[in-house]
């Protein structure tokens, strides 16, 4: 009885273990998942090498922000802008694509505070013609900019027609209120004074509102002092301004018409 109890555990008919094989096969099948998960690993890795080794001058938006950021907040190992001595122009910090490829994060998205639609049509930028008439007075020129701190979301509308920069410009225009949503900026700071009020005047917006006040100053601000120094360094620090990857939808608007309360949105080559 024992013997029989034996050969049925552990014998087959034809003498060998019945466990055996079950077990010896997964051994098999666990190594070759850790195969494939050390292969994977290893090509991912010199992806990351590799990407990391480029040296790329044209401007996407994870390049644009961090290149921005460096701007505003003092780079690493900041560049000397010449600037015409007795003149009131100033000049930024901005680091290079040497500097700023070897930072760009290889997945998009993580480090972003706002959800930035560049190019964005009427109907998602304003709600009413009252706030089209105040993104009008707030803006610019060429470009529209509403910022809902609260829902994490800035949109910008293209003027049709606009000058070939003006994506960069807005775009960066648009970066720059993600950056003074964030911490503090440092004591140093290029602008640091008239950026800070700007700054809190825009964290203390109340939640479901736009701070129209702060857009209208950081227009100005963007328009009249940072934003050509901003190109100017980008020129100077080796960045191409003339040629950029910001991929902005192909919507542009024309809000000449607001006397009448008319505006007309239509998706257009730029």
Not at 165 to 182: M, S, V
Request: glycine share 12%; aromatic share 4%.
């Amino acid at each position: 009885m024992k013997g029989g109890g034996a050969y049925r555990s552990g014998r087959g008919a034809d003498g060998k273990g019945r466990g055996a094989p079950g077990a010896d096969g997964k051994r098999p099948r666990r190594l070759s998942w850790v195969l494939v998960a050390l292969l994977v690993a290893a090509h991912l890795g010199c992806n990351m090498r590799a990407v990391g080794a480029l040296c790329l001058p044209t401007l996407n938006r994870p390049r644009l922000r961090l290149v921005l950021g460096g701007a505003l907040r003092g780079s690493p190992a900041p560049k000397p802008q010449a600037t015409p001595p007795g003149s009131d122009v100033i000049g930024l910090p901005v680091p290079g694509p040497e500097e700023v490829n070897p930072r760009e994060p290889l997945l998009p998205g993580f480090s972003t505070r706002l959800r930035l639609h560049l190019g964005a049509p009427l109907h998602r930028l304003v709600k009413s013609v009252a706030e089209l008439r105040k993104a009008a007075e707030c803006g610019t020129r060429d470009y529209l900019i509403v910022l809902r701190p609260s829902q994490g979301w800035v949109g910008v509308g293209l003027r049709h027609g606009a000058p070939p920069d003006t994506p960069l410009r807005a775009c960066a225009h648009a970066l720059l209120l993600e950056e003074l949503l964030g911490p503090d900026l440092p004591p140093g700071a290029p602008m640091g004074a008239a950026l800070r009020r700007l700054q809190q005047r825009l964290r203390r917006c109340p939640p479901g509102s736009v701070p129209w006040a702060a857009l209208a100053e950081s227009s100005r601000l963007w328009d009249d002092v940072i934003g050509p120094a901003f190109l100017r360094g980008l020129a100077n620090a080796g960045w191409l301004t003339h040629r950029h990857q910001l991929a902005p939808d192909e919507w542009r608007l024309d809000w000449a018409g607001l006397e009448g309360g008319a505006s007309e949105d239509k998706p257009r080559p730029p």
